[in-house]
């Protein structure tokens, strides 16, 4: 069973002080791992799709590597706008359909 | 905004009794899926379709069913309401089944509270 883990759970940031968030996955062949941004009482936002290992992918502060067992999601000089809780999912290749299988998410707080 | 609509936003309701949620995909997307948001449980995948048909399923109840409309908009019914079915509900759409930059994009959700 696909599963993914990310931590840590809640990260407290102080205004520009840079971070990595963390996701592992066991997946039975990775079609493809997706970051999303969640505001509390919203829909998630879609931040990047990673497909294979080495792949990197940047937007404004925020930049995602992929690993064959893990994707980081670096944090640079963050601001408290970007305040939220971060979700990392999988695709399988053998999924049936496009399912994604989420992981529990990190909550960041950056602090002014 | 992704997009996606959904309705209603919020809904109260008693156990055992049973609701409807609606949405609607971005224009142009032909998948729309559903995905139950809970404290204890996280986000978690509940079906797909795809142009109508079912594709997907995941650990959706017995008591929960969805379609998908000509028209693309989908309904999730859930019935038989128990106090353990109050979550946050969202959908989200993408343009095809299968494909590489197939991503999903979630509507605003519906939240459910049952009591």
């Known amino acids: 069973e696909d599963q993914v883990t990310q931590s840590p759970e809640a990260l407290r940031l102080q205004e520009g002080e840079s971070s990595s968030l963390n996701c592992s996955y066991t997946?039975?062949?990775?079609?493809?791992l997706f970051w999303y941004r969640q505001d509390p009482g919203k829909g998630p936002e879609f931040l990047f799709t990673?497909?294979?290992a080495g792949e990197e992918k940047e937007k404004e502060r925020l930049k995602a590597t992929l690993t064959k067992k893990e994707s980081f999601l670096h944090i640079t000089a963050p601001k408290p706008e970007d305040s939220a809780t971060y979700l990392c999912?999988?695709?399988?290749?053998?999924?049936?359909?496009?399912?994604?299988?989420f992981g529990g998410g990190t909550r960041v707080l950056v602090k002014p | 905004d992704s997009g996606v609509t959904q309705t209603p936003k919020h809904l109260i309701t008693a156990t055992g009794q049973r609701v409807t949620l609606r949405c609607s995909p971005r224009?142009?997307?032909?998948?729309v899926y559903w995905y139950q948001q809970s404290l204890d449980q996280g986000l978690q995948f509940l079906i797909q379709y795809y142009n109508g048909e079912e594709r997907a399923k995941g650990n959706i109840l017995e008591r929960f069913s969805a379609q998908q409309f000509p028209d693309l908009h989908s309904e999730l019914n859930l019935s038989s309401l128990e106090l353990g079915d109050s979550a946050l509900y969202f959908c989200?759409?993408?343009?095809?089944?299968?494909?590489?930059?197939?991503?999903?994009?979630f509507g605003p959700g519906t939240r459910l509270t049952v009591l």
């Open positions: 224009s142009g997307d032909l998948s």
């Open positions: 997946v039975s062949g990775l079609r493809g």
């Open positions: 990673l497909y294979s």
């Open positions: 999912a999988v695709q399988a290749i053998k999924a049936a359909g496009n399912k994604l299988t």
């Open positions: 989200a759409s993408s343009v095809e089944q299968v494909s590489n930059d197939d991503e999903q994009f």
